[in-house]
């Protein structure tokens, strides 16, 4: 069975967050019409290069298995089609800056009263509530303002961003989670939901550990390039070919490091016999390993420490995670159609299956012709994605 075989999903997003949502839903079954400006499209289209065939590879990667179609939002006959069609949705998807909706007539409070059983997901950047709820932003803005900068990267040098969308994609992953619950709810009431998230309150809940010990000590955590202040050994050490990560946070694994190391007495010396004391003297325990590391490879370590069933991992580039067997086992790739790339399927399964296979992203307003002309229902079948020329 596909599990939102049959959910109608309009989506009016751009970037990231909102589009991820939708696609999540299209690879559980829902059909995803995704609304863009004639002409242009998606502003993240643009944003590359580089680009498959003629779209960044942010709209390619967010878009997939869905439909588009191009309306001018400001004209009164796309309202027309857009209540037409909201008639008989399920869900629309937005993130546009806070505000637009209102101004055109389809702000989400008279929609949720005109469509009782529409389930309405709105992401944001700053959240529904607030002085800044109407502050547009993005990805870096808010990864700066929320303090997640603060914690990232190494004590001594500049704070840092985390090198991926981590909160427009966090954002699209709770919209997604919200939606299925407003889903189910609907089932067993028959009444809708609005789903509000932002990309401030998902930075927030990633924090809360951090957060959490601030909030209890006063102290701004110190930044280490790996590792944390709580646990050790737990952190990367330089072998001879590069570096390795070692995770032996418990005392039953910080035992078997020793052994495997050769240094069996290590866990029952007294600054290292329990994990709460090796966090106090850790900058002892990493000076006792960091030689021993740096006599062998990384491919030595690895092997040695993995039979002795202690956490670790070399540290990798992209080119080394592609090339892992386990990686290629997943079955976690598309390949990107007349290109050597690669997009990443859904990272769960559902009986086995990581849903519906989804199709690329679409070109700009290949729907048109199916739905614009439609006035109420969807046809069974839309257009096949197609790429995103």
């Not at 002085?131 to 808010?142: F, Q």
């Not at 850790?282 to 040695?304: C, K, Q, S, Y």
Request: with cysteine; aromatic share 6%; glycine share 12%.
């Amino acid at each position: 069975m596909i599990p939102l075989q049959g959910i109608r999903v309009l989506e009016l997003t751009l970037n990231i967050s909102g589009a991820l949502t939708g696609q999540i839903l299209a690879g559980l079954g829902a059909q995803v019409v995704k609304i863009e400006r004639p002409g242009s499209g998606d502003d993240c289209r643009a944003f590359g290069p580089p680009f498959v065939h003629g779209a960044s590879v942010m709209y390619n990667t967010m878009n997939r298995g869905k439909s588009s179609v191009t309306l001018d939002l400001k004209t009164p006959q796309a309202i027309e089609w857009m209540h037409a069609q909201l008639a008989d949705c399920d869900v629309l998807i937005e993130n546009m800056r806070p505000g637009t909706l209102d101004a055109i007539g389809l702000g989400l409070g008279s929609l949720r009263a005109r469509y009782p059983r529409l389930v309405c997901v709105s992401l944001s950047a700053f959240g529904a509530q607030g002085p800044l709820a109407l502050k547009p932003g993005y990805e870096e803005v808010v990864q700066a303002f929320s303090g997640l900068f603060s914690v990232n990267g190494a004590e001594g040098s500049p704070p840092a961003r985390v090198g991926t969308q981590i909160l427009d994609m966090g954002t699209g992953v709770w919209g997604a989670v919200g939606c299925l619950a407003g889903l189910m709810q609907r089932q067993q009431t028959g009444k809708g939901c609005t789903v509000e998230g932002s990309l401030l309150e998902t930075a927030l809940a990633w924090l809360t550990l951090p957060l959490g010990n601030f909030s209890l000590t006063g102290r701004q955590p110190a930044r280490s390039r790996s590792g944390g202040p709580s646990v050790a050994p737990y952190r990367c050490f330089q072998a001879t070919d590069g570096e390795i990560v070692v995770a032996a946070i418990n005392d039953r694994l910080f035992a078997q490091l020793s052994q495997a190391l050769g240094h069996p007495e290590w866990s029952d010396d007294s600054r290292f016999k329990t994990a709460t004391v090796r966090a106090s003297n850790r900058e002892a325990i990493h000076g006792l390993i960091e030689p021993i590391i740096a006599t062998r490879p990384r491919a030595h370590w690895r092997a040695l420490l993995e039979a002795a069933g202690v956490p670790c991992s070399p540290v990798n580039s992209f080119a080394d995670v592609l090339a892992e067997p386990h990686v290629r086992q997943l079955d976690l790739f598309d390949p990107v159609p007349d290109t050597e790339g690669l997009f990443v399927r859904m990272p769960i399964r559902i009986d086995g299956s990581r849903g519906v296979p989804l199709a690329a992203a679409p070109v700009l307003g290949n729907a048109n012709d199916a739905l614009l002309g439609a006035t109420s229902s969807w046809p069974g079948s839309l257009p096949a994605s197609g790429d995103a020329r």
